[in-house]
């Protein structure tokens, strides 16, 4: 059964850079797309982006300009990092399978305060 | 963006009721709808994908259609454990949008 663990910082300084890594385990990253997923604090979730194992990427246009994702296939891992913070990045933060479109698998989530 | 709008907001019934959420798209997403499930201080959980396909390991008493604009979730009869969060997401588009949830209370 795959399983996701998210890992970085939990707090970082307002204009920095939030970094997060995602190991996946139990499954291989191939053939699928991975998301990331983030929950403001009592709020909703907002879709941040996926990638392809093969490194095609897709970002939310209200986050594309401070977004990257990357993934490393020899080691099942998938990267965040989010430009430029401010305390509205202050969220849980989830990696997610995505599969044929729909997210079937999920993370734990990490919260990530933005604070100085 | 396609924005999905959900209603209601909250929602209160007791066990044993029939509940039904809805979920509106702003254009046509055929049928790539998700719902999803969320318990307070946990991770989402997927349900329902392609609009009416229960999720291995879901209970029957949820369900799901719809197809184009308007989409429901239905929980046949409501338990105390199905409190939570729910969410509908498209995946029509390149990218992806989740609804504003509706949360679900126990009487």
């Known amino acids: 059964q795959v399983q996701l663990q998210e890992s970085g910082p939990g707090l970082v300084k307002p204009s920095e850079t939030l970094s997060l890594t995602c190991s996946v385990s139990g499954g291989s990253i191939n053939p699928y797309y991975w998301s990331w997923i983030r929950q403001p604090p009592g709020k909703g979730l907002e879709w941040i982006g996926y990638?392809?194992?093969?490194?095609?990427?897709n970002y939310n246009p209200s986050l594309k300009s401070r977004v990257t994702i990357s993934v490393d296939t020899s080691r099942d891992q998938l990267s965040l990092k989010l430009t430029s913070v401010t305390a509205a990045d202050t969220a849980v933060y989830y990696c997610?399978?995505?599969?044929?479109?729909?997210?079937?698998?999920w993370g734990q989530g990490t919260l990530v305060t933005v604070s100085s | 963006d396609i924005q999905m709008t959900q209603s209601p907001s909250t929602l209160s019934a007791s066990v044993g009721d029939r509940v039904t959420i809805t979920c509106r798209a702003s254009q046509s997403i055929s049928g790539w709808l998700a719902w999803i499930q969320q318990k307070p201080g946990k991770a989402p959980n997927l349900l329902i994908y392609?609009?009416?396909n229960l999720e291995s390991g879901v209970p029957s008493r949820f369900s799901g259609s719809g197809s184009g604009t308007e989409f429901t979730l239905t929980i046949r009869s409501l338990q105390p454990d199905d409190a939570a969060t729910y969410y509908c997401?498209?995946?029509?588009?390149?990218?992806?949008?989740f609804g504003q949830g509706t949360k679900v209370e126990i009487k």
């Open positions: 392609d609009a009416s």
């Open positions: 997401q498209q995946y029509n588009s390149f990218s992806r949008t």
């Open positions: 990638i392809h194992y093969s490194g095609t990427t």
């Open positions: 997610a399978r995505d599969r044929s479109g729909r997210t079937d698998v």
